[in-house]
């Protein structure tokens, strides 16, 4: 079963006046499926196999004149010396729009190699995992099965096929990620040290980022908790969420928050399986403030650190996300209940901090109504159900 993915037509557009594509994104988003699909003529590559890589590593030249036309290679980040050569065959060919679409599954590192060598002559798209709202434009998707992504997340084959089982899968995703991507990412002495990691880091969503506290429940130093953070951010697993300043200076020295971009493996490391063990888990509060948090990412242009934050001021007074969009401020607020009781909202505290600016005030929790509901003060929308972007305008 395929779901078509709101990121294509956006794809396309740019293969009409870019020479080269890049889309990354965290294993098994659908990215090779999603340009297989777009463009059934054009040579496919992968570089998941070690030997292919090598070979486009050693003699990227050689390996580029085998394809004519347009080519989709996978997972280039395999084989950094293409950029280069890349770079050489665009340049002779500015206008040959579309000619090479592009994978990777290391955004950091991709971008690295793309800075040096391809900038202004590639569009860059992220791919997420199936999102609410693209779930719930599929015709073979049952509008009740939607709040399933919750839990089960949205990584494409599971919905594909629903027969897999979701636990297996996260266990197998989390062993492929540990023994083929980490290792090009870093060293890491301790696998279980490792793994250790990533639950406690499930454990802490929504909180603030703390490096000392976290090395010191696995028995490691600060610096290599660093580096594993910035490992699973590299790979898609993870976004850090820095806090709002008008001052961009403060936002990079101060804590961020930490945020899976798949509420399934989160709810995975946590032992939630489904709708009961949701309702029966301690994290419940967290796991639908990163709900609330992907599906921002996926459905708005909200990206963290540019123009998506959290809020929080000397005294404790605290916004769960600020997102500068259409030139407004919007104070978004998560909460997980169905009915909200109206002191345990900030924006009337936070609002007037911002008078010189447009504020919109939104709070996202569990609402069951059909459509957003506009109150005197504030928005309530469910984003399981409705269509973010028609709220956030």
């Not at 065959?89 to 592009?102: Q, V």
């Not at 099965?145 to 897999?164: F, H, M, T």
């Not at 990206?303 to 934050?309: A, S």
């Not at 009337?348 to 109150?375: G, H, N, W, Y």
Request: charged share 25%; aromatic share 10%.
């Amino acid at each position: 079963m395929w779901i078509d993915r709101s990121l294509k037509t956006r794809i396309e557009e740019a293969c009409l006046s870019r020479p080269a594509i890049l889309v990354t994104g965290a294993r098994q988003t659908g990215k090779s499926s999603l340009l297989q699909r777009m463009f059934p003529a054009a040579n496919y590559v992968t570089l998941d196999r070690v030997i292919v890589a090598a070979e486009a590593e050693e003699n990227p030249s050689r390996f580029l004149d085998r394809y004519k036309g347009q080519t989709i290679i996978d997972e280039v980040q395999y084989a950094p010396s293409l950029f280069r050569e890349l770079k050489i065959r665009i340049d002779e060919k500015r206008n040959d729009y579309g000619r090479w679409i592009l994978t990777g599954s290391q955004r950091m590192q991709l971008m690295k190699g793309i800075s040096e060598s391809l900038a202004g002559r590639i569009g860059i798209f992220q791919l997420e995992t199936l999102s609410a709202k693209e779930l719930r434009s599929s015709a073979k998707i049952v509008a009740a099965s939607v709040d399933d992504c919750l839990w089960q997340g949205g990584y494409p084959e599971l919905w594909a096929n629903r027969k897999i089982d979701s636990e297996s899968f996260y266990e197998d995703y989390i062993q492929t990620y540990l023994e083929r991507d980490l290792k090009s990412l870093i060293q890491v002495s301790s696998l279980r040290d490792f793994q250790r990691f990533v639950q406690i880091c499930a454990t802490r969503i929504g909180q603030l980022l703390n490096y000392t506290d976290m090395a010191k429940d696995i028995g490691v130093s600060a610096g290599t908790i660093k580096s594993w953070v910035g490992a699973l951010e590299t790979s898609g697993i993870i976004y850090l969420l820095p806090p709002f300043f008008a001052n961009i200076g403060k936002r990079l020295i101060k804590a961020p928050k930490l945020f899976f971009a798949d509420t399934g493996l989160l709810c995975s490391l946590l032992n939630v399986q489904n709708h009961h063990d949701y309702l029966k888990s301690p994290a419940l509060g967290h796991i639908w403030e990163n709900l609330v948090f992907a599906e921002m990412i996926k459905t708005l242009p909200a990206r963290p650190g540019q123009n998506l934050f959290f809020y929080r001021d000397q005294n404790g007074v605290e916004m769960d996300f600020m997102l500068e969009l259409g030139g407004k401020l919007h104070l978004i607020e998560a909460k997980s209940s169905e009915r909200v009781d109206v002191r345990k909202l900030n924006f009337s505290k936070i609002a007037p901090l911002f008078k010189d600016r447009e504020t919109q005030c939104t709070l996202m929790c569990s609402s069951v109504e059909e459509t957003p509901i506009e109150l005197r003060g504030y928005s309530i929308i469910n984003p399981l159900r409705h269509n973010l972007a028609e709220v956030m305008n």
